[in-house]
């Protein structure tokens, strides 16, 4: 992750957070988050046949992954704005080899709560998206470029703390450079995939 790319997604957070913190007319709760949640769907970045030349193929999305992190939740009255930054992993294991595709979101989320549930989105940030080999996949590799995009999301709320939802991720990549491994049966890394996928989410504020 580079200066300027933290730069940038740190200013996509400011500008959410700055959007909606003027409209309040209490008191700001501020309370430290952490979430978890797994992801699916999206076009597909590559498919490798795992079988050293059978029919059996895997392949990995573009939304795929499961992902970790934490953040902040900023509440006000019936409004509430969501920061995090998450670690997001999907891998094609083999005995010979894995490839593995990693992603950095940051999201700055704005949700309309109710008793029990709370509805929103906003914009997510993704840096330093990575599709890599390693073993006999050594040599496949694909970077693609920051990319900003959008979240939809709806949670159900428990005791006020905890969040069970489904969330909606469309960003779109743009690859800077592709490498291919000739030994490997396998597509050519995808140059421009978007995300368009849905998923599930956890998160629990402190």
Same mark, same amino acid.
Do not use: C
């Given at each position: 992750?580079?200066?300027?790319?933290?730069?940038?997604?740190?200013? *996509?957070?400011?500008?959410?957070?700055? +959007?909606?913190?003027?409209?309040?007319?209490?008191?700001?709760?501020? =309370?430290?988050?952490?979430?978890?949640?797994?992801? /699916?769907?999206?076009?597909?970045?590559?498919?490798?046949?795992?079988?050293?030349?059978?029919?059996? %193929?895997?392949?990995? #999305?573009?939304?795929?992954?499961?992902? *970790?992190?934490?953040?902040?939740?900023?509440?006000?009255?019936?409004?509430?704005?969501?920061?995090?930054?998450?670690? #997001?992993?999907?891998?094609?294991?083999?005995?010979?080899? @894995?490839? @593995?595709?990693?992603?950095?979101? *940051?999201?700055?989320?704005?949700?309309?709560?109710? +008793?029990?549930? =709370?509805?929103?989105?906003?914009?997510?940030?993704?840096?330093?998206?990575?599709? #890599?080999?390693?073993? @006999?996949?050594?040599?496949?590799? +694909?970077?693609?470029?920051?990319?900003?995009?959008?979240?939809?999301?709806?949670?159900? *709320?428990?005791?006020? =703390?905890?969040? /069970?939802?489904?969330?909606? %991720?469309?960003?779109?990549?743009?690859?800077?450079?592709?490498?291919?491994?000739?030994?490997?049966?396998?597509?050519?890394?995808?140059?421009?995939? =978007?995300?368009?996928?849905?998923?599930?989410? /956890?998160?629990?504020?402190?």
């Amino acid at each position: 992750m580079t200066g300027s790319s933290l730069s940038k997604a740190l200013a *996509v957070v400011a500008l959410v957070v700055a +959007a909606v913190i003027p409209t309040a007319s209490h008191a700001v709760d501020v =309370r430290p988050i952490i979430k978890a949640g797994f992801n /699916f769907g999206g076009d597909t970045l590559v498919t490798v046949n795992t079988t050293g030349g059978g029919s059996s %193929t895997r392949s990995l #999305k573009a939304n795929q992954g499961l992902y *970790v992190g934490g953040g902040a939740s900023i509440l006000m009255d019936s409004i509430e704005v969501e920061v995090s930054l998450s670690y #997001k992993f999907a891998t094609i294991a083999a005995q010979n080899g @894995d490839i @593995d595709w990693t992603v950095i979101p *940051v999201d700055a989320l704005v949700f309309y709560r109710l +008793a029990s549930v =709370r509805l929103g989105g906003g914009l997510t940030y993704h840096l330093s998206p990575t599709l #890599k080999g390693s073993g @006999d996949a050594t040599g496949l590799k +694909a970077k693609y470029d920051d990319a900003l995009g959008f979240v939809l999301q709806a949670d159900y *709320v428990l005791r006020n =703390r905890y969040n /069970f939802g489904l969330r909606y %991720t469309n960003v779109s990549y743009k690859a800077n450079s592709i490498q291919t491994n000739p030994a490997l049966i396998a597509t050519t890394p995808a140059s421009n995939p =978007r995300t368009s996928g849905v998923g599930f989410v /956890f998160s629990m504020n402190f």
